[in-house]
């Protein structure tokens, strides 16, 4: 068995993220949605962006998170704190959660969703939520299999400028607060 782990993301992490999220992506989205919203996937982009999240968390309730087979990482989460004004100033958001196209199946997504879990837990959330493409069926499976549930909020994002293109997304959520909780 390989050797697997979740840990904190490094900023030297960031070119690896990148490869795995425009990788994950184009996977789970080409011929689902247009090319043109891919075209914003780049790998390079992507990668700077990750690091400096990493290295440069805004605060304590941000972090990402790596999800790795020996050294290297194949697959990240992040976590922070949710934006809808209808959640409650203590709910936390999954924002990303992928694991490379030939990593998947293999743990690596369960290991990041337990690890995003106690992060958002240990920093005083009580609820997580996730948005999800709707045709991205896939993600939301894993996640209702894990315990989550559409709470009802959806929204449309629009993949063009004219706005003529848009796809659904529904946000699903998980309570964290412990068994014996109340």
């Avoid at 990750?50 to 194949?74: D, F, I, K, M, Y």
């Avoid at 690890?115 to 837990?121: G, K, L, M, N």
Wanted: hydrophobic share 45%; charged share 20%.
């Amino acid at each position: 068995m390989a050797d697997v782990s979740v840990r904190t993301a490094r900023g030297a992490d960031g070119p690896a993220l990148g490869v795995v999220q425009s990788a994950a992506w184009r996977a789970a989205y080409e011929g689902v949605l247009p090319e043109a919203a891919l075209e914003p996937f780049d790998a390079g982009v992507l990668g700077a962006g990750w690091g400096h999240a990493a290295a440069h968390p805004p605060s304590r309730r941000h972090t990402v998170l790596a999800a790795c087979a020996g050294p290297e990482p194949v697959g990240f989460a992040a976590v922070v704190p949710a934006q809808d004004p209808d959640l409650d100033e203590t709910a936390a958001e999954l924002s990303i959660l992928v694991v490379a196209p030939e990593e998947q199946r293999s743990g690596h997504g369960s290991r990041l969703l337990a690890a995003a879990v106690e992060y958002a837990r240990g920093g005083g959330a009580g609820t997580l939520v996730m948005w999800v493409l709707e045709p991205d069926v896939p993600l939301r499976e894993f996640l209702e299999a894990a315990g989550w549930a559409a709470d009802g909020a959806h929204r449309e994002l629009e993949l063009d400028e004219s706005g003529a293109q848009r796809v659904r997304q529904w946000r699903l959520h998980t309570s964290l607060a412990e068994v014996g909780d109340d």
